[in-house]
């Protein structure tokens, strides 16, 4: 049995149009979301619904809590003085937007997910065992390592770092499918997966979508355009392109 994946959408409705596209024309039976639905992009209402018309269940991410909550962030540590503002614009920006349904919506979603396939348990949650926001990833071995004791033997789908990988630690697979609306790695292409739920084998995608769009609808919005910036460079801060310019 095969499944996609897909997590950190960011309220890119472009990218997750294109990510369901390819999906839709594999031999998969369902799609899981690990979270981070909202914040970046200008078409969080617009993605919200496309993940309830398509029966795709989602769990909760820190970005998804901070726009249910009304919170002034949506992490427990400040980024760079230079990307911090552009963070808390792109929450505020989306705080406003959002209607109630949309704050219950994301309010109503789980911190953590659990679906049984043809005899296999599929564990998903955005981050770590106590925050949304913390960091599970190989250069954090003991990250998940954590993670892989609580589920021990089974598959868990993780979000939030924006990294592809599969890692096996000890009986337990972790999964990151990458993000599908905002890129940190250079390489600004939306990511996904699709994992063998029997044989456990994990295949990453990377596929071209309609970026410019997305761009000018954030530049049309009255968000900081430095925000897509960042979208269209795949960039994590927005000093990065400044040391590179």
């Avoid at 043809?118 to 106590?130: I, P, R, S, T």
């Avoid at 004791?149 to 939030?160: R, T």
Wanted: glycine share 4%.
């Amino acid at each position: 049995m095969r499944i996609g994946l897909i997590t950190d959408i960011h309220s890119n409705l472009q990218a997750l149009d294109a990510a369901l596209s390819f999906l839709r024309g594999q031999d998969i039976e369902t799609i899981l979301c690990a979270g981070d639905l909202v914040c970046y992009g200008a078409n969080p209402i617009e993605v919200l619904r496309r993940l309830q018309e398509s029966h795709i269940p989602a769990v909760k991410g820190n970005y998804d809590e901070a726009v249910a909550l009304d919170l002034p962030t949506a992490s427990r540590r400040p980024s760079s003085p230079q990307n911090e503002p552009l963070k808390k614009a792109a929450l505020q920006w989306t705080q406003d937007i959002v209607s109630d349904q949309e704050r219950n919506y994301l309010s109503n979603l789980p911190w953590r997910s659990s679906h049984r396939f043809a005899g296999n348990w599929v564990h998903v949650l955005h981050a770590g065992l106590d925050y949304l926001d913390e960091w599970v990833a190989p250069d954090h071995p003991n990250s998940l390592e954590r993670v892989a004791a609580a589920y021990p033997g089974d598959i868990v789908v993780l979000g939030h770092t924006h990294l592809q990988f599969a890692e096996a630690v000890n009986a337990t697979l972790l999964v990151n499918p990458g993000a599908i609306g905002r890129s940190l790695d250079g390489d600004p292409r939306t990511a996904f997966a699709i994992l063998d739920v029997a044989t456990r084998e994990v295949e990453f995608h990377r596929i071209e979508y309609a970026i410019d769009e997305t761009v000018q609808a954030i530049e049309q919005s009255t968000m900081p355009d430095e925000i897509a910036l960042l979208i269209k460079h795949a960039a994590r801060r927005i000093d990065e392109l400044e040391t590179q310019a």
